[in-house]
């Protein structure tokens, strides 16, 4: 059984901080990869700057029309006309069983033969969710050693047997259990993003491959494979991204499901900081991330942007603070402080620090779990009260530099709130 987490904080800080975003005159085509898209439509940002927005993708995961009351078969067309008639442009179609297998190929036939834009994504269970509707999994029927592409050949196979842990089981038993299980699922799940690839370079609709709630399996700092048998490796999940290119085509995508609370811990550079079992902060006590980057002028703009997130249950904790401090940890470097109190939803913090930066120097962003001193002596009741609003902030001081009076009044606004929720 995993431990539980009583203190856990994540901080996401966007790798272009301190790249990209560090620039005299930012244009947001440089901020984000998905407005290199042909298709997208230029807009305006408030400061004039030109901001190129993709398509939107409307769709629906796992939903269907069958033919009749009875049957468990899928009518494709009727569905075709219900993503049309409801305006949605993709959809996530189940792969699981041999039935859902002759539904996505009747389906991506359809969408072929219409000529129609409409992506779908061939999506697999995990361990927990299991097999399809008859509890079976078609792509334990051969080992993805045997190199087969062509998806009709696998067929409904029984799933894994589950480890159960029992008292008298040594661990190193249930954990070569457990590594027994995974790996199994990590040969089915390559082998249908192998044959999901192959299939593709037939029907171009089919662009890409999902597995539900992938970031259940995926190792972090926290969860290393090496203590957690059910956990993949950083490897283990480029096998499945590699398979998925395998079958011919290239460009075939992988979209692993990942809720937001977990994107600091197994998706981009995140840092989680009191991952706590049994060992709280005390007044005085804290922990540091230090992140050091340079900057060749001063810009007018450099937006920090990160997510954060905390799963902290003990609402009597209001004296421990999650901050980011710029260049120093004074009062005056704090850009952003929290109370760490009751568990708070993934939220979006963004706020322009070019005020803070040295030119021609080493900067540094500091992001610290830390305790205060004089607030342990907070009663239960007040502790409760502020429990009850996970929106309560310290305002960090004002900017001790001289800025322009429009930019101090931004700031006062800006740094007085929370990040919005996701």
Not at 299 to 326: G, I, Q, Y
Request: one cysteine or more.
């Amino acid at each position: 059984m995993k431990q539980v987490k009583t203190t856990q904080l994540f901080l996401t800080l966007v790798a272009t901080v301190v790249g990209l975003l560090l620039t005299p005159n930012p244009t947001y085509a440089a901020l984000d990869p998905l407005q290199k898209t042909k298709s997208s439509v230029p807009t305006k940002d408030p400061r004039g700057l030109t901001l190129k927005i993709p398509p939107l993708r409307l769709g629906s995961w796992a939903q269907s029309i069958k033919t009749n009351s009875v049957s468990w078969q899928d009518d494709v067309c009727a569905l075709v006309q219900a993503l049309h008639g409801t305006g949605q442009n993709f959809c996530i179609y189940p792969i699981d069983e041999n039935l859902d297998w002759t539904d996505l190929t009747n389906l991506l036939r359809t969408l072929k033969t219409e000529g129609t834009d409409i992506r779908v994504l061939g999506a697999i269970g995990n361990p927990n969710l299991g097999g399809g509707a008859n509890g079976q999994n078609r792509w334990f029927s051969h080992s993805y050693s045997e190199g087969i592409t062509d998806g009709s050949e696998f067929t409904n196979a029984a799933l894994p047997v589950v480890c159960n842990k029992t008292e008298d089981m040594p661990y190193a038993d249930y954990y070569l259990c457990q590594q027994d299980v995974i790996l199994r699922w990590l040969d089915a799940w390559k082998n249908a993003a192998r044959c999901l690839s192959a299939l593709s370079t037939t029907y171009p609709n089919l662009t890409g491959y999902v597995i539900n709630d992938f970031d259940s399996y995926v190792e972090s700092v926290d969860f290393p494979a090496c203590l957690y048998g059910e956990m993949l490796t950083t490897n283990q999940v480029g096998e499945i991204a590699e398979a998925a290119r395998s079958g011919g085509n290239t460009s075939f995508q992988f979209w692993p499901t990942c809720y937001y609370e977990n994107f600091g811990r197994v998706i981009g550079k995140g840092y989680v900081l009191g991952a706590d079992y049994g060992v709280k902060l005390f007044t005085d006590d804290e922990m540091w991330v230090k992140l050091t980057f340079d900057v060749t002028s001063w810009p007018l703009w450099a937006m920090l942007r990160f997510l954060h997130h905390d799963t902290t249950d003990d609402c009597s904790n209001s004296s421990v603070f999650k901050e980011v401090f710029v260049n120093g940890v004074e009062d005056s470097n704090r850009v952003w402080a929290q109370r760490l109190i009751g568990t708070q939803h993934v939220e979006y913090f963004q706020q322009n620090i070019a005020d803070y930066l040295n030119p021609n120097k080493k900067n540094t962003i500091y992001l610290r779990l830390a305790a205060e001193s004089g607030t342990s002596n907070v009663t239960l009741e007040q502790a409760r009260e502020r429990c009850r609003d996970y929106n309560d902030n310290r305002t960090p001081a004002q900017i001790s530099r001289g800025t322009k009076m429009e930019f101090e009044k931004a700031a006062a606004r800006n740094f007085g709130g929370s990040g919005t929720s996701l």
